[in-house]
Nanobody, 126 residues
Framework: QVQLVESGGGLVQAGGSLRLSCAASGRTFSTYAMGWFRQAPGKEREFVVAISWRGGNKFYADSVKGRFTISRDNAKNTVYLEMNSLKPEDTAVYYC???????????????????WGQGTQVTVSS
């Protein structure tokens, strides 16, 4: 069983930056692919970015390419999402997710992930 706890969300002006963190419990974090998804009010949960368990493969949604960066520190059981040049349309609850199946490349569908955090709110004002 894995528990994921997101942090780092908040209110930021358009053009600003935020860094989200997702801390995972358990000794097998280094074998999990990790993903970030987001859900805006009234919309479906959507894929943002994923990183393979070794960190060598990263996939970004077109809407965040060049602005968001995912990274992981397996020694700290933590995955990060650096978000720059934020836009009002980035406003959503951001969820961290873990895939325990050693999938490579990492999945981009919510169904690819076994474990989910509670989410952290990101609000970008115009």
């Amino acid at each position: 069983q894995v528990q994921l706890v997101e942090s780092g969300g908040g209110l930021v002006q358009a053009g600003g930056s935020l860094r989200l963190s997702c801390a995972a419990s358990g000794r097998t974090f280094s074998t999990y692919a990790m993903g970030w998804f987001r859900q805006a009010p009234g919309k479906e949960r959507e894929f943002v970015v994923a990183i393979s368990w070794r960190g060598g493969n990263k996939f970004y949604a077109d809407s965040v390419k060049g602005r968001f960066t995912i990274s992981r520190d397996n020694a700290k059981n933590t995955v990060y999402l650096e978000m720059n040049s934020l836009k009002p349309e980035d406003t959503a609850v951001y969820y961290c997710a873990a895939d325990s199946t050693l999938r490579v490349p990492p999945g981009t569908g919510a169904w690819d992930y076994d474990y989910w955090g509670q989410g952290t709110q990101v609000t970008v004002s115009s």
